[in-house]
């Protein structure tokens, strides 16, 4: 019995990484999408995971593998979808006559918008009404046609027109409205004191801040709970040499940004902590997520966003101490 549940075991792991190589390829274009659709870089990828666990349960029941992009996007819109009735946002508009608006549109008004949807922080996505949003992402983001938009959102296309012309113009009323800048956050002691017995490699300090009942996401990799499984976890950081973790904030959450190398200007990805009086709780790590640190808005304590220091002269590791 032993050998055939380990045998069952192994031919799923095998199923798995077969089915994650098939999908490598679309899953930065799917978390670009959900993590504008959530207004989180971190809730985005939980939204991801959720879209391939469901294609993964779904693909036996197909007889034939439909074409792979458009059939993973059209789940992850419906599991965005859900996410945020889950929240109870505001999930419909009213849709206008369309515009005149051309499929290959290359006026300097539509190129302009195009330039702002892709410069745009994560959540500033969370002002538009969900088909706004859907449409502005695939249009200007991930540069879909009308046509395909359409086919996603179950929309014709002059619905297409002009939901994306509103939804342009609202994210061009956001940028271009003044506010105040955002005051640098203090992040919390238990949080720097993590990042510090981290970088120093002292894996007992770091073990006496974890609760008994500890819960760690290594993201798209595994799970473990409890203080002794998750001790191998810091057992294979130590056997790495490329990583240091700067106290950071994203989405408004702190966070750990992580470097992998002292020339690097962003971070290559980050973890979440969850603190319970003090002690660790849970730690989400992304190390194994390779395209989450592209486009976070990571802030380091007491620093501007990155986005704005990779244009310095100082980056990386000096910037992060």
């Given at each position: 019995?032993?050998?055939?549940?380990?045998a069952i075991?192994?031919?799923?792991?095998?199923?798995r990484?077969r089915f994650?190589?098939l999908?490598d390829?679309?899953?930065p274009?799917?978390?670009?999408y959900?993590?504008r659709?959530?207004g989180?870089?971190?809730?985005g990828?939980?939204?991801?995971?959720?879209?391939?666990a469901?294609?993964?349960?779904e693909?036996?029941?197909?007889?034939e593998?439909?074409?792979?992009?458009?059939?993973?996007f059209?789940?992850?819109?419906?599991?965005?979808?859900?996410?945020l009735?889950?929240?109870?946002?505001r999930m419909?508009?009213?849709?206008?006559?369309?515009?005149?608006l051309?499929?290959?549109?290359?006026?300097?008004?539509?190129?302009?918008a195009?330039?702002?949807a892709v410069?745009?922080?994560?959540?500033r996505f969370?002002?538009?009404?969900?088909?706004?949003?859907s449409?502005v992402?695939?249009?200007?983001?991930?540069?879909?046609s009308?046509?395909e938009?359409?086919s996603?959102?179950?929309?014709?296309?002059?619905?297409?027109?002009a939901?994306?012309?509103?939804?342009?113009g609202?994210l061009?009323?956001?940028s271009?409205?003044?506010?105040?800048?955002?005051?640098p956050?203090i992040?919390s002691p238990?949080?720097?004191?993590y990042?510090?017995l981290f970088n120093a490699?002292?894996w007992?300090?770091?073990r006496?801040m974890?609760?008994?009942?500890?819960?760690l996401d290594?993201?798209s990799?595994?799970?473990?709970?409890?203080r002794?499984?998750v001790?191998?976890?810091?057992?294979?950081?130590?056997?790495?040499t490329?990583?240091?973790?700067?106290?950071?904030?994203l989405?408004g959450?702190?966070v750990?940004?992580?470097?992998?190398?002292?020339?690097?200007a962003r971070?290559?990805y980050?973890i979440?902590l969850?603190?319970?009086?003090?002690?660790?709780?849970?730690i989400?790590?992304?190390?194994?997520?390779s395209?989450i640190?592209?486009e976070?808005?990571?802030?380091?304590?007491?620093l501007?966003?990155?986005?704005?220091?990779?244009?310095g002269p100082?980056?990386?590791y000096?910037?992060?101490?």
């Amino acid at each position: 019995m032993t050998g055939s549940h380990d045998a069952i075991l192994a031919e799923l792991q095998e199923s798995r990484q077969r089915f994650l190589a098939l999908v490598d390829e679309v899953r930065p274009e799917l978390h670009r999408y959900c993590a504008r659709m959530t207004g989180s870089i971190a809730e985005g990828e939980d939204v991801v995971q959720d879209t391939l666990a469901r294609a993964y349960y779904e693909l036996p029941e197909l007889k034939e593998l439909p074409p792979l992009r458009p059939w993973l996007f059209r789940i992850a819109h419906n599991r965005a979808i859900d996410y945020l009735r889950r929240y109870e946002r505001r999930m419909t508009e009213p849709i206008d006559d369309a515009f005149d608006l051309a499929d290959d549109d290359a006026s300097p008004e539509s190129i302009l918008a195009r330039e702002q949807a892709v410069r745009s922080a994560v959540s500033r996505f969370l002002e538009l009404v969900p088909t706004q949003r859907s449409c502005v992402i695939l249009k200007d983001v991930l540069d879909y046609s009308l046509d395909e938009i359409a086919s996603l959102l179950k929309l014709s296309v002059a619905a297409v027109k002009a939901t994306l012309h509103r939804g342009r113009g609202r994210l061009r009323e956001l940028s271009a409205a003044t506010s105040d800048p955002t005051p640098p956050q203090i992040i919390s002691p238990a949080v720097e004191r993590y990042a510090a017995l981290f970088n120093a490699r002292d894996w007992e300090g770091v073990r006496a801040m974890l609760a008994d009942d500890v819960k760690l996401d290594l993201v798209s990799r595994a799970k473990w709970a409890g203080r002794r499984q998750v001790s191998s976890y810091f057992t294979n950081y130590h056997a790495a040499t490329d990583w240091h973790l700067a106290p950071a904030r994203l989405d408004g959450r702190e966070v750990l940004a992580v470097f992998r190398s002292p020339a690097d200007a962003r971070p290559g990805y980050f973890i979440e902590l969850t603190l319970r009086d003090e002690r660790v709780a849970g730690i989400r790590d992304f190390r194994y997520v390779s395209y989450i640190g592209r486009e976070a808005d990571i802030v380091l304590s007491g620093l501007m966003p990155l986005v704005e220091q990779s244009r310095g002269p100082n980056s990386g590791y000096a910037n992060a101490k």
